[in-house]
C-alpha cells in the first residue's frame, strides 16, 4: 500500500513539473494574453510603448517580456506577480514614477486599491558596450 502511494506521488509529481514546464514554455505576450488590459501604442524594431490599464482583481495570465520600464500615469496600487517558478512578489505602484523592470515571465494581479494606468516601455535592443577608455 505505502508502494503504491508512494508511486503515485511520483506520478502526480511528474505530471505537475510538465504542466509547470509546458506553462513556462508556452508564456505569451501580455497583449495576446490580456487584450482587455493592454494595447499597443508603439511598435518598432527598438522599442514597443504599451498602454496598460487595470481594475483591482485583473489577472494577467503567465506572460514574458523583455527588458522594460514601467511609468505610472494613474492609481498608486499594487500589483502581486507570480514567477514562472511559483514565487510570488509585490510591487507599489507610484503615480509619475518609472521603474525599471528585468526581462522577465509572470502572471500579475493588481489588488488595488483603485483603477491603474501605466505606460510599459519594452526595450528590445541589447544595451551596446561602452567604449573603452583612451589612456591620456
Do not use: C
Not at 525599471?100 to 483603485?114: C, I, K, N, V
Amino acid at each position: 500500500m505505502k508502494n503504491s502511494r508512494h508511486v503515485g506521488a511520483v506520478v502526480l509529481f511528474a505530471a505537475l513539473v510538465l504542466v509547470f514546464a509546458a506553462g513556462t514554455a508556452l508564456a505569451q505576450d501580455p497583449v495576446k494574453v490580456a487584450p482587455n488590459n493592454l494595447k499597443v501604442l508603439l511598435e518598432n524594431d527598438r522599442v514597443r510603448v504599451l498602454d496598460y490599464h487595470a481594475k483591482p482583481g485583473d489577472k494577467i495570465p503567465l506572460h514574458s517580456h523583455p527588458a522594460y520600464i514601467v511609468y505610472a500615469i494613474s492609481g498608486s496600487g499594487k500589483t502581486r506577480f507570480t514567477s514562472a517558478d511559483g514565487k510570488t512578489s509585490e510591487m507599489a505602484g507610484t503615480v509619475g514614477a518609472a521603474t525599471w523592470r528585468d526581462a522577465e515571465t509572470h502572471a500579475a494581479e493588481y489588488l488595488g486599491p483603485g483603477d491603474i494606468h501605466a505606460l510599459l516601455v519594452e526595450l528590445k535592443v541589447k544595451p551596446q558596450k561602452a567604449a573603452p577608455k583612451k589612456g591620456k
